[in-house]
């Protein structure tokens, strides 16, 4: 009788703890709202691919939208598009080769 108490209990406590830790993962990785429309956000590979839809959403919050990305006619395709949509207060392209700690350095100078 007292071992299955003890198992209840060692379940219970088990779950207790999963449940925390499933929680601080969760809060880690979604954090609460926050007003981030002052924010200028930097992404690279932004002319297309995930970059591109991160570009949207960042703008639809109202942020700053910084694109580097190795093919400038992509990202200057995504500003264009941010400026049609009416949602994004700035945003900028830049050709950087990120793979290139030289053209890195140089476009973090001239941003």
Known sequence: MLCDICSSFASVAALAAATIVVFSVVSYFFPSAQDISESTVLITGGGMGIGREMAFKFAD????????????????????????????????AFYCDVSSRDSVMEVAAAT
């Not at 919050?61 to 400026?83: F, P, Y």
Request: hydrophobic letters at 40%; glycine letters at 6%.
């Open 61 to 92: 919050q109202g942020c700053t939208i910084v694109l580097w990305d190795i093919n400038k006619a992509n990202a200057d395709k995504v500003v264009e598009e941010l400026a049609n949509r009416g949602n994004s207060k700035k945003a900028h």
